[in-house]
């Protein structure tokens, strides 16, 4: 005979399992950001790529971002202590976040409101944002490859950038791949395309076309520390540069004057031109194309900054053999960009074409190079949003 104290026991227990099954099921499912709308910002779709506008004040983007991107992607910030076990880092760990707080004094005024009215909306923990916008400084994370294909080369006569984002593969980071388009009151409107809570640029465009992507560089010959904490973190440095600059001579003149954290290439393209600067923490040094195709990976090239033995890198070999094709398209650029995949760690490829403002992007489990490319064009986004 079924007592009223058992039926509840076993109502509990029917209670325990569909939750168990329901959790299982989300867990297996691949995560997804809810389209919504909060103030001025809004997230939504575009062939199945989640673009987020968010426009304003710093305080605004901020709240907006908050609320719209980093409090549905909470399930990050669980993640972060495992991250940092991965990565080896336990012992660090409380020195970076020392240091974080330390450079969060050398944000920009405007991000650093940002980040603030950001973890207040969202719930995510303050330094956990700083140490998310400063780690690339400390340590370095991935690979990366860029190939810029100039007007003479291009099948399109547009500028074409194709770029491979390589990090180590990490629980389902790919799946919180977002497109952020920024439009700041009195600066160049801006997407860029990264992680929640990462408010700097690792790829990015501007409304005047000024296009740029980050790859890592691990050793230089000029006698140059490998970290400066002085200086701007190098992600906040190049949001500036599309939040101000719409040429690449202006990038330069931006990038030279500012106190420098790290060693990088930054790959740089406007609508006429790509160049790589490759930077240490005491010098720059520009490297302009050959033959209207312009080549990046993850070694300086240039003297006095190229390690002797150092910079042999296969795939930028391969993406120099670019130079024997006529001319080149977004679909040709992509299979370069295929032809220099690393596994696993490729979890973002894009083409992004300087003039018409248009990003092709792939994003996923790795290589990403092996799935087909969603077109979003950023014109209307960058001047009005969604209407």
């Known amino acids: 005979m079924t007592t009223p104290r058992n039926y509840l026991h076993m109502a509990a227990l029917r209670l325990l399992l569909v939750w168990a099954f329901a959790s299982t099921a989300r867990a297996d499912e691949p995560f997804r950001y809810p389209e919504a709308k909060f103030g001025n910002g809004e997230l939504r779709y575009v062939n199945n790529v989640p673009i987020l506008v968010v426009q304003g004040s710093p305080e605004d983007i901020g709240e907006q971002t908050g609320k719209l991107a980093l409090k549905p992607a909470s399930g990050l910030v669980k993640l972060a202590d495992t991250f940092v076990k991965a990565q ?20 920009p005024p405007d991000h650093l409101k940002e980040l603030e009215a950001a973890a207040q909306a969202s719930g995510w923990p303050r330094d956990l944002l700083v140490f998310g916008n400063t780690v690339p400084d400390l340590r370095k994370l991935g690979g990366c490859s860029v190939l810029m294909v100039e007007p003479g080369r291009s099948a399109t006569h547009g500028l074409l950038f194709g770029r491979n984002l390589d990090w180590p593969p990490f629980a389902r980071l790919h799946e919180y791949t977002l497109v952020t388009v920024y439009r700041p009151q009195g600066k160049h409107a801006f997407a860029s395309i990264a992680y929640p809570g990462m408010l700097g ?10 296009t740029l992507a980050d790859l890592t560089v691990n050793s230089a010959s000029d006698g140059s520390p490998k970290f400066n904490p002085s200086g701007t973190p190098y992600t906040l440095a190049l949001r500036r540069v599309l939040e101000e600059c719409a040429t690449v001579e202006e990038a330069e003149k931006l990038l030279r004057s500012g106190t420098r954290t790290t060693m990088q290439n930054v790959a740089i393209a406007d609508k006429k031109h790509g160049a790589v600067f490759e930077i240490t923490t005491k010098n720059i040094v520009k490297r302009v194309s050959t033959d209207n195709i312009c080549v990046c990976t993850n070694h300086f090239r240039s003297k006095g900054l190229a390690v002797p033995g150092n910079a042999s890198c296969p795939r930028y070999e391969l993406l120099a053999k670019s130079r024997e094709a006529a001319t080149l398209d977004v679909r040709d650029v992509a299979k370069k960009m295929d032809a220099v995949h690393q596994g696993a760690w490729t979890q973002q490829t894009m083409v992004m074409e300087t003039g018409a403002l248009k990003l092709h992007l792939a994003f996923g489990a790795g290589p990403a190079t092996r799935l087909p490319l969603a077109s979003v064009d950023l014109r209307e986004l960058f001047k009005d949003g969604w209407k």
């Open 201 to 210: 640029c690792f790829s990015g465009m501007n409304d005047a076309g000024l």
């Open 88 to 107: 080896g880092w336990e012992r660090l760990y409380p020195t970076f976040l020392r240091l974080g707080t330390f450079m969060a004094g050398r944000f």
